[in-house]
């Protein structure tokens, strides 16, 4: 077994996937050869949360303190440096195969009660290529006697081609942001982005805007879809689209890195969520699954 564990190759007429053992999340997808998002080598352990599932919860909860049905509970501080819980419990944990096809696996992780977070979920990762590209589909069922607080988000890097974001084109179909604290990067209020360097309603070039924002406000298209998309000039890269009734948060990020300058802005996060950034705090569309009950998310990435 390699350092990043098992991997899962998906094919399907120009599309090819790899799907991950460690954090039920992909390595890579491709469309005739040409990257979608970002990957990285073989057997490598994973850089950062390339391609993760973040679940039980996406995004940060501060101090890693939050209150639930009268009970105080402490997460670990998985984010040190800004005395935050980042992106859930499952990130570095193993799924084992349930199922698998050419085009699809299915893949399984039982998270046990613990410390900051004692409700016993089951997540179930499903990866399908098809004609449309690769669909996702994460399913919680709550296994325990209580209720739990849950949400959910993937964390792929999407590209354009090779080199840096400045010169792609993007498309958000959000109207709203939240503002956060420049030291933790936590929500302090919402901002219409009219008028503001992060209106990408209309597609336009990234140029040297940053962002590391969640979003709202999700306008869909005539399909029910929200749709973010990515290309370079001559209008191929990638899109992300989902049910925004589902997945009502927005994460976006252009990976600004000045401590990795070869890693800086080569990709763009998107990143789909159930809930905001520290809902666990806030309780801001948290979703609350009853014993026995399961939620079920899920988007799709596609060459443009």
């Given at each position: 077994?390699?350092?990043?564990?098992a991997?899962h190759?998906?094919t399907?007429g120009?599309?090819?996937?790899?799907?991950?053992?460690?954090?039920?999340?992909?390595?890579?997808?491709?469309?005739?050869?040409?990257?979608?998002?970002?990957?990285?080598?073989?057997g490598?352990?994973?850089?950062?949360?390339?391609?993760a599932?973040?679940?039980?919860w996406?995004?940060?909860v501060a101090?890693g303190r939050?209150?639930?049905?009268?009970?105080?509970?402490?997460?670990?501080?998985?984010?040190?440096e800004?005395?935050?819980?980042?992106?859930?419990l499952?990130?570095?944990?193993?799924?084992?195969?349930?199922e698998?096809?050419?085009a699809?696996?299915?893949?399984?992780?039982?998270?046990?009660?613990?410390?900051?977070?004692?409700?016993?979920?089951?997540l179930?990762?499903r990866?399908?290529?098809?004609?449309?590209?690769?669909?996702?589909?994460?399913?919680?069922?709550?296994?325990?006697?209580?209720a739990?607080?849950?949400?959910?988000?993937?964390?792929?890097?999407l590209?354009?081609?090779?080199?840096?974001?400045?010169?792609?084109?993007?498309?958000?179909?959000?109207?709203?942001?939240?503002?956060?604290?420049?030291?933790?990067?936590?929500?302090?209020g919402r901002?219409?982005?009219?008028?503001?360097?992060?209106?990408?309603?209309?597609?336009?070039?990234?140029?040297?805007?940053?962002?590391?924002?969640?979003?709202?406000?999700?306008?869909?298209?005539a399909?029910?879809?929200?749709?973010?998309?990515?290309?370079d000039?001559?209008?191929?890269?990638?899109?992300?689209?989902?049910?925004?009734a589902?997945?009502?948060?927005?994460?976006?990020?252009?990976?600004?890195?000045?401590?990795?300058?070869?890693?800086?802005?080569?990709?763009?996060?998107?990143?789909?969520?159930?809930?905001?950034?520290?809902?666990?705090?806030s309780?801001?569309?948290?979703?609350?699954?009853?014993?026995?009950?399961?939620?079920?998310?899920?988007?799709?990435?596609?060459a443009?």
């Amino acid at each position: 077994m390699s350092d990043g564990g098992a991997e899962h190759l998906l094919t399907h007429g120009p599309y090819r996937a790899v799907a991950t053992e460690v954090g039920g999340g992909l390595r890579l997808l491709s469309h005739e050869g040409r990257d979608l998002i970002r990957p990285y080598e073989p057997g490598e352990v994973r850089p950062r949360f390339r391609g993760a599932i973040l679940a039980p919860w996406p995004n940060r909860v501060a101090d890693g303190r939050y209150r639930f049905e009268g009970a105080e509970h402490q997460l670990h501080l998985s984010e040190p440096e800004r005395a935050n819980a980042l992106h859930g419990l499952v990130c570095w944990a193993r799924f084992a195969v349930v199922e698998q096809t050419e085009a699809a696996v299915t893949v399984r992780h039982d998270l046990v009660p613990q410390p900051g977070y004692p409700f016993a979920l089951r997540l179930t990762v499903r990866h399908e290529l098809g004609d449309d590209g690769l669909t996702t589909t994460v399913t919680a069922r709550n296994d325990g006697r209580r209720a739990a607080p849950y949400g959910v988000a993937p964390h792929p890097y999407l590209v354009a081609g090779p080199g840096r974001l400045d010169a792609w084109t993007l498309r958000l179909p959000t109207t709203t942001m939240l503002e956060v604290t420049p030291d933790r990067l936590l929500p302090t209020g919402r901002t219409d982005v009219e008028g503001t360097q992060r209106d990408f309603r209309s597609a336009r070039t990234i140029g040297t805007t940053e962002l590391d924002h969640a979003f709202t406000g999700l306008r869909a298209d005539a399909d029910g879809r929200a749709r973010v998309q990515l290309h370079d000039d001559s209008g191929r890269g990638a899109e992300c689209t989902w049910d925004p009734a589902v997945l009502p948060w927005l994460q976006v990020h252009t990976g600004d890195l000045p401590e990795e300058p070869e890693n800086t802005r080569r990709g763009l996060a998107v990143e789909p969520m159930s809930c905001p950034p520290d809902a666990f705090r806030s309780g801001e569309d948290l979703v609350t699954l009853a014993p026995g009950a399961e939620h079920v998310a899920s988007w799709t990435l596609a060459a443009l």
